[in-house]
């Protein structure tokens, strides 16, 4: 086996904490509202989460947490940014619908940083997208199928101007993009593929012929909702088999207990939306 050295990348980070974080109405699988979140040992799981990123040496930005939004520590939902362009998120479901805006006021503040465009399309955000900058010039990964709506898609490449390709997902488990697949580097993703419809899956083996391939269980144990600055490869304590993987491959991951955010069906990735200024 060849090795390859991983190098990481300096990254800028937005989250926002679990302060109002509830499990109080069910949009996906995982969500059940009988199960009780702790909510002094969520804030205490972001905090570690936050920690870990910080002592890696990236910049994590916070997002004030809004009563009446329990969901809006998954970050990552609330838009998508490359090369200082951002494409902001609307919501599938209302009750979630107006963490979009105080993502806007986050960006807006900084015109001479950020140039935002509010979406037309259902979509979101990081949620749904992710971006290689290395791989085929520059291109934008997005997930349909079950909460950003494909018209989106091409919204998103003529904001961004980068291409744009279309994945379905099939399974309710792995609603989110980034529950089924996760960029390592600049160039490399890791992936379970029965997640995405046989066709999608044969476009992402055209386009990542060296993909990590992950299964079923790593998918399950939030393993492909990581964070990777190129090096460290961030993840869920539950992701053991999936941690294994990604040293295989070169990275190192770095595991922390999310036990609180998965009750919410999140886990790193849901809480970190990476700002590309
Ligand atoms: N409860 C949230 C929802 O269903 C979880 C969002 C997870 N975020 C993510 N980026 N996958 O919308």
């Not at 910049?59 to 969901?71: E, K, N, S, T, Y």
Request: aromatic content about 10%.
């Amino acid at each position: 086996m060849s090795y390859i050295e991983r190098s990481p990348r300096n990254r800028t980070y937005l989250m926002c904490p679990p302060e109002h974080f509830t499990v109080e109405y069910a949009i996906n699988p995982w969500m059940d509202t009988k199960i009780p979140v702790d909510g002094a040992l969520a804030l205490k799981q972001w905090e570690s989460l936050r920690n870990t990123l910080t002592d890696l040496g990236h910049l994590v930005h916070v997002l004030d947490a809004r009563p009446g939004l329990p969901d809006m520590v998954y970050s990552a939902n609330g838009a998508f940014s490359v090369d200082g362009t951002v494409y902001g998120a609307r919501f599938k479901y209302p009750q979630r619908a107006d963490e979009a805006a105080a993502h806007q006021a986050f960006y807006s503040e900084k015109p001479d940083k950020w140039r935002f465009f509010a979406p037309e399309q259902v979509n979101e955000g990081e949620g749904d997208f992710a971006y290689l900058p290395a791989a085929h010039g520059g291109i934008v990964l997005a997930g349909y199928g079950f909460r950003t709506d494909p018209a989106a898609h091409a919204e998103a490449q003529e904001v961004l101007g980068r291409p744009v390709i279309s994945l379905k997902l099939v399974d309710p488990a792995f609603y989110h993009l980034d529950t089924a697949l996760a960029v390592l580097d600049d160039r490399h993703v890791t992936y379970y593929p029965d997640a995405f419809s046989p066709a999608s899956q044969r476009v992402l083996a055209q386009l990542f012929p060296d993909a990590l391939l992950a299964d079923r269980s790593d998918a399950e144990a939030f393993g492909l909702n990581l964070v990777s600055d190129g090096r460290h490869v961030i993840l869920n304590t539950e992701a053991t088999a999936m941690g294994h993987k990604v040293r295989a491959a070169g990275y190192l991951p770095v595991h922390v207990n999310l036990s609180e955010l998965k009750l919410g069906g999140g886990s790193v990735k849901c809480a970190v939306a990476e700002l590309r200024a």
